[in-house]
């Protein structure tokens, strides 16, 4: 598009009304993109962010979200302690913070990480080979899982 004076003037109008860069880019029949362009090159005024925006200083703070959802991360309930009472012995199961592990360790050597059979099926397991140093899998699996760039050319069509 030819960027005449008029052109120029009515986007600086369309602008200073508030009119979004979508509008303006209606209006004068134009893409949203060419009105952003143009605007940054005349260094009109920032828009804010219609995703966020600055809330006013007597509005309450939007409450957060939970993470999880209470299914998926229960809450652990501490048994209450009297006020009057001595201090009861904390719980060893609710003091010991809880450890995920994507795949089950053998022992304390490291195993191979790689999976066999269909998860979500009583078959499914890891393989139980040691775990090649520096490596999640054993030798075998790595040499599948490992492959250089060389030898993937090698297989293309």
Known sequence: MDWTPEAIERLRALWAEGHSTAEI?????????AV???AHRLNLPARPSPIRRDAPA??????????????????????????????APASPIAATPAVVRP???LGAARSCCWPI?????????FCSGDAMTGKPYCGEHAAL???KARDRREDAA
């Open 117 to 125: 059979g269909e998860p979500g099926t009583s078959g499914f397991r």
């Open 25 to 33: 880019g209606r209006r004068m029949g134009v893409s949203k993109n």
């Open 58 to 87: 007597d509005a309450k703070p939007a409450a957060q979200k939970p993470l999880r959802p209470a299914a998926v991360a229960p809450r652990l309930t501490l048994p209450a302690v009297a006020a009057a009472g001595p201090a």
């Open 36 to 38: 952003v362009g143009k």
């Open 145 to 147: 899982a490992y492959v």
């Open 103 to 105: 795949f089950p360790r």
